[in-house]
């Protein structure tokens, strides 16, 4: 795991301009996953956090602090990488690694919309996103049908 959270692929992303308050730990958000009842907002900050937050939550994992297991989450595709893992209430769970975020929403397929650095598909029952640059987006969701604006 690379220790230097100014050299992850994910810091180099552009992000949203404009988005809705984020927790305090968060300093940029890099994209807006909303699928049913789901509003959720994906940031990052400089001292090595990866977190998601919506209404009422938030949850986040310090990549400097763990050297993750080496996994790739059940609906996606892509290179096998190192990653820190959390969940919300089975609800929505969250991997990290510098390259990439991959979130899971369970049980919500309605009106999916991303914007910013994400692109997302229904995948069984639930909605898988991206949260990468366009190459990251690609190797982990290749038939991505949500894409940013719709």
């Known amino acids: 795991m690379l220790k230097d959270p100014a050299r992850w692929p994910l810091v ?20 807006q996953i909303m699928v049913g009842s ?19 939550w938030s949850m986040h994992v310090d990549l ?5 297991q080496p996994e790739r989450e059940e609906g996606f595709s892509g290179p096998v990488e190192p990653a820190v893992v959390t969940s919300s209430e089975d609800k929505v769970r969250l991997a990290c690694t510098p390259t990439r975020m991959l979130i899971r929403v369970e049980g919500e397929t309605s009106h999916p919309f991303v914007s910013g650095d994400a692109v997302a598909q229904p995948v069984n029952g639930g909605l898988n996103a991206v949260v ?9 969701l290749p038939g991505a049908t949500v894409t940013r604006g719709g």
């Open 64 to 68: 400097t602090e763990s050297e993750g």
């Open 132 to 140: 990468g640059s366009p190459e990251a987006q690609k190797e982990s």
């Open 38 to 56: 789901q509003n959720l907002i994906a940031w990052i900050n400089s001292s090595g956090l990866c977190g998601l937050s919506g209404s009422g």
């Open 12 to 31: 180099k992303l552009r992000g949203l301009t404009d988005h809705p308050k984020l927790p305090d730990e968060g300093e940029r958000a890099l994209a």
